[in-house]
């Protein structure tokens, strides 16, 4: 089950500079998407979501942008801080009535101070 | 701020043996889930429940695994016979109502299942 992925298993930022973080999909149903941080031996926190009737959220340092037509969204962090070092997990609501998220594989992110 | 908590932090138990991990969730939240991440693999859906019943599965959750929301504050994962695949990372999360454009989930810190 490949719903829901992210191609690139690590990314490396020098401190200051963006992130761009990236997420593919194929289930036309998912119309709401999140992205979530995660330290080792932690939950999931949230972090951004964007509705599929927008193409663009932002919220401080983090802005999500979702093409449809594409079924791509990214996660862009200006500036990039060594406080945001952890794995990124993209995921998406089902298309249910019920909110079942559906996860990718999740990006390390490292930024080098 | 509210947060989903969970407990134990970890449990070891032999194959075989029945455990339940327990979720407080956030209070005001109707609907309420479980995740597992096999160490090294992505986050899986388990199950959701909403009005005191399961209102989706997945095909993970097989006969060995119920859940149940027994007091109103918490909701519990018992897998009633374990195997060593069983062994993961379980995240509680909870969701106010999905579906009118504040879908967010929860998670809490989750519960370190290891079965020997």
């Known amino acids: 089950d490949q719903q829901v992925k992210q191609n690139s298993p690590s990314l490396s930022v020098q401190e200051g500079r963006i992130s761009i973080l990236n997420c593919d999909y194929t289930?036309?149903?998912?119309?709401?998407f999140l992205w979530y941080k995660k330290y080792p031996a932690e939950g999931p926190t949230f972090l951004i979501s964007?509705?599929?009737?927008?193409d663009k959220n932002e919220d401080g340092r983090f802005t999500v942008f979702l093409n449809k037509s594409a079924k791509h969204l990214s996660l862009h962090i200006v500036p990039s801080q060594p406080g945001d070092s952890a794995v990124y997990f993209c995921?998406?609501?089902?298309?249910?009535?019920?909110?079942?998220?559906?996860f990718g594989q999740g990006t390390i992110l490292t930024v080098h101070p | 701020e509210p947060e989903v908590t969970q407990t134990p932090s970890h449990q070891v138990t032999q194959m075989g043996q029945e455990v339940i991990l327990r979720c407080v969730p956030i209070?005001?939240?109707?609907?309420f889930y479980w995740y597992r991440q096999i160490l090294g693999q992505k986050v899986e859906f388990l199950v959701s429940?909403?009005?005191?019943?399961?209102?989706?599965k997945s095909e993970i959750f097989d006969d060995q695994f119920s859940v149940e929301r027994p007091d109103g504050s918490n909701f519990t994962l018992k897998i009633r016979s374990t195997k060593l695949e069983d062994s993961a990372m379980y995240f509680c999360?909870?969701?106010?109502?999905?579906?009118?454009?504040?879908?967010?989930?929860?998670f809490g810190p989750g519960t370190r299942l290891t079965v020997l």
């Open positions: 995921a998406a609501n089902g298309g249910t009535s019920y909110g079942k998220l559906t």
């Open positions: 289930n036309s149903m998912f119309d709401y």
């Open positions: 964007i509705s599929s009737i927008k």
């Open positions: 209070s005001n939240h109707l609907y």
């Open positions: 429940f909403y009005n005191n019943e399961i209102s989706e």
């Open positions: 999360a909870s969701l106010r109502r999905p579906r009118t454009g504040t879908d967010t989930q929860y």
